[in-house]
């Protein structure tokens, strides 16, 4: 497989603490990389040593399998990165914000303008100021922003922080069409695990500034655990019958538990009848990202 980053043991050391204690992690080329990680886990001080924002204190990373030195400078030129909010000038319209990043980037005017705005759904705003823009605008603008060297590897941190609904599906509708249509490796920070899971190829979960697995979205989806919902009339004898079958489970309420794995649903609709248990209904769930992540790191939900 080839990679456009990989990073080994990437340590950032501050004078209070360790914002990476030896990460190690690889984003395969063509990949939707999904980073997930609580607040404090080391997500942005990971992107801004990509960027050049921030020297590691030890350990190493390759883009494009560059190390350093001007090797590195070029493969950066590569890559296109949007933390957070992205820094806009307010009066200027967004070609105008564009005409600005194209000349700080030392890039000719080649006509690219128009291009990038079609592309982030803002080629209607003519001569409206950003002042005036939606945070979703200001966002996809951002991206355009981004893509100014015509990158082919994007990194974004929290590209959906603040945004509604709308804003969110346009969001993802545009890394998709990046990624899919444009080629363009993505890596992506998030909280909302719920909706990194419709775009992610593969997952790096961080925690105390370590890898603690890396994982392909189809390897999720195949060996992630999966639960079945009972809702009965008494869950009190549910338990024994549960136990006597060798089964995982987690009792919700007095009508409601969780079977975890894949047990046998004919048996266990037998065996409650014969404990007087009645099934009202049964529900197969898939195990969802947050779960997984809540699994593997534990501690309450701040990713
Ligand atoms: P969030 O989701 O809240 O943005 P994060 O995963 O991006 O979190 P980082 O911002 O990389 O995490 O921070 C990792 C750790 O390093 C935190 O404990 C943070 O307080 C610390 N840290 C980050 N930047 C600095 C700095 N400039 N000086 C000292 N400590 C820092």
Same mark, same amino acid.
């Given at each position: 497989?080839?990679?456009?980053?990989?990073?080994?043991?990437?340590?950032?050391?501050?004078?209070?603490?360790?914002?990476?204690?030896?990460?190690?992690?690889?984003?395969?080329?063509?990949?939707?990389?999904?980073?997930?990680?609580?607040?404090?886990?080391?997500?942005?001080?990971?992107?801004?040593?990509?960027?050049?924002?921030?020297?590691?204190?030890?350990?190493?990373?390759?883009?494009?399998?560059?190390?350093?030195?001007?090797?590195?400078?070029?493969?950066?030129?590569?890559?296109?990165?949007?933390?957070?909010?992205? +820094? !806009?000038?307010?009066?200027?319209?967004?070609?105008?914000? @564009? $005409? *600005?990043?194209?000349?700080?980037?030392? %890039?000719?005017? /080649?006509?690219?303008?128009?291009?990038?705005?079609?592309?982030?759904?803002?080629?209607?705003?003519?001569?409206?100021?950003?002042?005036?823009? +939606? !945070?979703?605008?200001?966002?996809?603008?951002?991206?355009? @922003? $981004? *893509?100014?060297?015509?990158?082919?590897? %994007?990194?974004? /941190?929290?590209?959906?922080?603040?945004?509604?609904?709308?804003?969110?599906?346009?969001?993802?509708?545009?890394?998709?069409?990046?990624?899919?249509?444009?080629?363009?490796?993505?890596?992506?920070?998030?909280?909302?695990?719920?909706?990194?899971?419709?775009?992610?190829?593969?997952?790096?979960?961080?925690?105390?500034?370590?890898?603690?697995?890396?994982?392909?979205?189809?390897?999720?989806?195949?060996?992630?655990?999966?639960?079945?919902?009972?809702?009965?009339?008494?869950?009190?004898?549910?338990?024994?019958?549960?136990?006597?079958?060798?089964?995982?489970?987690?009792?919700?309420?007095?009508?409601?538990?969780?079977?975890?794995?894949?047990?046998?649903?004919?048996?266990?609709?037998?065996?409650?009848?014969?404990?007087?248990?009645?099934?009202?209904?049964?529900?197969?769930k898939d195990e969802t990202l947050e779960s997984?992540?809540?699994?593997?790191?534990?501690?309450?939900?701040?990713?």
């Amino acid at each position: 497989m080839e990679y456009v980053l990989q990073t080994k043991e990437l340590c950032k050391q501050y004078r209070h603490g360790r914002a990476l204690d030896g990460l190690t992690m690889s984003v395969p080329k063509g990949s939707v990389y999904g980073l997930i990680g609580k607040n404090g886990a080391g997500k942005t001080t990971l992107i801004q040593i990509l960027c050049g924002l921030q020297r590691p204190s030890a350990g190493s990373f390759t883009l494009y399998g560059a190390a350093a030195g001007p090797e590195l400078a070029r493969a950066r030129r590569r890559m296109g990165a949007m933390v957070e909010t992205p +820094s !806009l000038y307010p009066d200027r319209t967004a070609a105008g914000n @564009l $005409a *600005l990043q194209n000349r700080v980037l030392g %890039l000719p005017d /080649d006509g690219n303008i128009p291009g990038l705005l079609r592309l982030v759904g803002l080629e209607n705003t003519g001569s409206k100021t950003v002042r005036g823009f +939606s !945070l979703g605008m200001r966002q996809r603008l951002g991206i355009a @922003l $981004a *893509l100014c060297g015509s990158p082919d590897f %994007l990194v974004l /941190d929290e590209p959906t922080n603040g945004l509604d609904p709308q804003g969110i599906i346009e969001m993802r509708e545009l890394i998709l069409k990046l990624n899919r249509e444009h080629q363009i490796t993505v890596l992506i920070s998030s909280h909302m695990l719920d909706e990194l899971s419709r775009l992610a190829t593969r997952y790096g979960f961080i925690d105390n500034g370590r890898m603690i697995r890396e994982i392909s979205a189809e390897e999720f989806a195949r060996t992630g655990r999966r639960r079945i919902r009972l809702t009965l009339s008494d869950t009190r004898p549910l338990a024994r019958v549960l136990d006597e079958m060798g089964l995982e489970y987690k009792i919700l309420s007095p009508t409601q538990a969780d079977v975890y794995g894949h047990p046998n649903v004919a048996r266990l609709t037998r065996a409650l009848d014969e404990a007087s248990c009645k099934l009202q209904e049964i529900r197969e769930k898939d195990e969802t990202l947050e779960s997984y992540f809540l699994a593997l790191v534990g501690g309450d939900r701040r990713a």
